[in-house]
């Protein structure tokens, strides 16, 4: 079955350096992916959207490559802040007009 | 103010009450969906819509029912809940079809508990 992945355990990192997050896809090509921040109890936020046929986008200091060889996206914040603190999710299409998402994974920025 | 809407916010149920969680949103957008959102799972679509009186099942549909017979609102149905439907809810819409790549806008979250 069509999967999205991303790791599951938190990442910690110490403010000021790049945080990077991973997104796999198993079983299928996605034509784009979407990478959104969730807060605790709160409602996902879209953040980037990266399509197949883009290397890299760019926002601030946030940016997403979509590696179709790899079949993966990262997610970079670079100089990163204790407020980015939160849990990141990756967001493909499905099967039909299905939606799905990774599992997110958590970021903890550090002072 | 662009926003999505879901009612109530928190809801403490027991076992075979049948409950509707209320979902509307004002930007006249075409796709709207329901999620679930539990620990170590992830968010997993129940339901979605892709136009008025259109709607497909998603990965979780089991135990639930929605309707959509006007644009803005897009319901959530228990008909017979259960202790396993404990969890945290979203409903979210976007401009097109979901397949066109298009941003989702999410509410705030229902949070159920069935006892």
């Known amino acids: 079955s069509q999967k999205i992945e991303q790791n599951s355990e938190a990442l910690n990192i110490q403010e000021g350096k790049t945080a990077t997050l991973t997104c796999n896809y198993t079983n299928y090509s996605p034509a784009y992916l979407q990478w959104y921040r969730q807060d605790p109890g709160r409602g996902p936020v879209f953040l980037l959207l990266i399509r197949e046929n883009e290397k890299e986008k760019r926002k601030e200091r946030l940016k997403v490559t979509f590696d179709t060889t790899l079949k993966q996206s990262l997610f970079h914040i670079t100089a990163s802040q204790p407020a980015d603190s939160a849990t990141y999710l990756c967001e493909g299409p499905n099967a039909g007009n299905m939606l799905t998402f990774g599992g997110g994974t958590r970021l903890m920025v550090k002072p | ?115």
């Open chain 2, 1 to 115: 103010e662009a926003q999505v809407t879901q009612n109530p916010r928190y809801l403490i149920t027991v076992t075979g009450k049948k409950l509707t969680v209320t979902c509307s949103q004002n930007m006249n957008h075409e796709y709207m969906s329901w999620y679930r959102q539990d620990p170590g799972l992830g968010l997993r679509q129940i339901y979605y819509s892709m136009n008025v009186e259109v709607t497909d099942k998603g990965d979780v549909p089991e135990g639930y029912k929605v309707s959509r017979k006007e644009k803005r609102n897009f319901p959530l149905i228990l008909e017979s809940p259960s202790p396993n439907q404990t969890s945290l809810y979203f409903c979210a819409s976007s401009p097109g079809s979901g397949g066109a790549a298009d941003t989702q806008y999410f509410g705030p979250g229902t949070r159920l508990t069935v006892l």
